[in-house]
Nanobody, 116 residues
Framework: QEQLVESGGGSVQAGDSLRLSCTPSGRAYSSTTIGWYRQAPGREREFVACINWGYATTNYSDSVKGRFTITKDSDKNTANLQMNSLTPEDTANYLC?????????WGQGTQVTVSS
């Protein structure tokens, strides 16, 4: 069973930056998609960003577009989410996922807390 190793996150002030990383236990291939959702208390899970491993095409939610950047490091088999200009509205548990062969695997999530 595939597992995801997540890192990054923490507590910052508004305007600060953080970087999340996600490394799947299985090798990412061209058809693999890696991304993040987030969920704040009392709110539904929200898509944040994803990247297609083969073409490096990316997709972002409108709420993070222009502030967050998702990239891939093929040598490290790791996806990174650089989060800039954070606001309190970005406070949530960020869950990494890997999609491949019709299956989605979720990480346990990492907490991001932004104070004003």
């Amino acid at each position: 069973q595939e597992q995801l190793v997540e890192s990054g996150g923490g507590s910052v002030q508004a305007g600060d930056s953080l970087r999340l990383s996600c490394t799947p236990s299985g090798r990412a291939y061209s058809s693999t998609t890696i991304g993040w959702y987030r969920q704040a208390p009392g709110r539904e899970r929200e898509f944040v960003a994803c990247i297609n491993w083969g073409y490096a095409t990316t997709n972002y939610s409108d709420s993070v577009k222009g502030r967050f950047t998702i990239t891939k490091d093929s040598d490290k088999n790791t996806a990174n989410l650089q989060m800039n200009s954070l606001t309190p509205e970005d406070t949530a548990n960020y869950l990494c996922y890997v999609g491949r062969a019709g299956r989605t695997t979720w990480g346990q999530g990492t907490q991001v807390t932004v104070s004003s």
